[in-house]
């Protein structure tokens, strides 16, 4: 008999891990997948243009919650969630990493007595003011069935009493980027179209609330990425640009390209090519790992610290001298070794699919 899961989704990573397991979940014929998007996301460039690459399916549900505080946003989806899941009757409730669609799907669900799913399980910065580390935290402890990236994430687990139905599959996103690199390089055309040479360009993403709620370290890191030997293009996440025009940060450096945030095709191309890239984001850095590409994270702290272990990222903070420091160690290397495996072997949707089905 089918079973049928809801999956929720709701921000611009969630899309392109969600793509990955419903690819395996649609080669299953035991399972059903209803789609539910919150609506955390909602601009063209953050929701939909993944849909159109990646070939996830239109989410039969789009409860249009849009931005707003973190109560009143958290609230809003766990109730059209709830009343989706008392719709639906689904035997489990997947959720994916870290936002708030994950926290108030996996609310909604286990309120309701429904067996919960949680994809990137384990993962701690063990910085509980980062909104999403209360979200990991919250969901991995009433999670039923936990599929971790790595042993470390089993064994954050292990230390926070969360032992059984953890299962260590790898991380959904190398999945991702094994299936789409071919494409991204047959189909993107970011690198004419901005009249960049490979390894000629810096790359930079910054959303995280530490950095972009904080005037001080916002202009620091600019002013760090201004002060670097290339060009440094910046592909701006909607709430940094409200606050860079909000605090009047200087963003005006010679050597810095803005951008609208790209879809997917483009970001891995242009993270491929580029020299190094500069980020706050959790995704990115394993990305640049899997792409080889050197990272240098704009965060004291990070959860993926396999790639800090093997020498591959570094963590500087917002601070503009660390920040050109890491910049000029990584130029001064000879090799960079990319052979380990920090983060399983890119075959993790379907080892989630069939541990579900068995
Ligand atoms: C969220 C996640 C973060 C994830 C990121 C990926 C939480 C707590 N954080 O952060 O873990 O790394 O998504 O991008 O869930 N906005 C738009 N258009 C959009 C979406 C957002 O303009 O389509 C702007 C709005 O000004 C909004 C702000 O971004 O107020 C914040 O958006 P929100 O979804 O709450 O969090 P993110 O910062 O995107």
């Not at 929701?47 to 399916?57: E, K, M, P, T, W």
Request: hydrophobic share 40%; aromatic share 8%.
């Amino acid at each position: 008999m089918n079973r049928k899961i809801v999956t929720i989704v709701g921000a611009r990573p969630q899309f392109i891990k969600a793509a990955c397991v419903s690819r395996a979940i649609a080669k299953s014929d035991q399972i059903e997948e209803v789609l539910v998007h919150t609506g955390q996301h909602y601009d063209y460039n953050m929701s939909q243009v993944f849909f159109n690459q990646l070939g996830l399916a239109e989410p039969k549900y789009n409860l249009e919650v849009g931005s707003g505080a973190h109560g009143k946003q958290t609230g809003l989806m766990m109730e059209r969630i709830e009343a989706t899941l008392l719709q639906e009757k689904p035997d489990m409730v997947m959720v994916y990493g870290d936002t708030n669609s994950t926290l108030a799907g996996a609310l909604a669900a286990k309120k309701l007595n429904i067996s919960l799913i949680h994809v990137e399980a384990g993962v701690r910065s063990f910085n509980r003011r980062m909104p999403e580390e209360i979200n990991r935290v919250v969901v991995d402890n009433i999670s039923d069935i936990l599929f971790c990236p790595s042993d470390l994430a089993v064994f954050n687990l292990s230390k926070e009493g969360v032992k059984s139905g953890v299962h260590d599959v790898g991380d959904v996103m190398y999945d991702s980027i094994r299936y789409n690199i071919k494409k991204a390089k047959q189909q993107s055309d970011v690198l004419d179209r901005m009249g960049l040479q490979s390894y000629s360009y810096y790359m930079a993403t910054i959303h995280r609330p530490e950095n972009t709620d904080d005037r001080v370290k916002l202009q620091n890191i600019f002013d760090a990425l201004g002060k670097l030997d290339k060009t440094v293009i910046i592909p701006m996440h909607p709430r940094t640009l409200d606050v860079v025009e909000e605090y009047g940060i200087e963003t005006n450096m010679d050597n810095t390209i803005f951008d609208e945030p790209l879809d997917y095709y483009d970001t891995l191309v242009l993270l491929l090519n580029a020299k190094m890239v500069f980020t706050d984001s959790g995704g990115m850095q394993k990305e640049a790992y899997y792409l080889k590409t050197n990272c240098v994270t704009l965060r004291d702290e990070t959860e993926w610290r396999g790639t800090v272990a093997l020498g591959r990222n570094i963590l500087v903070g917002a601070d503009s001298e660390k920040i050109i420091s890491a910049c000029e160690k990584f130029k001064s290397e000879i090799t960079s070794d990319y052979s380990a495996t920090p983060y399983g072997t890119g075959n993790a949707s379907e080892k989630i699919i069939d541990i579900l089905v068995n």
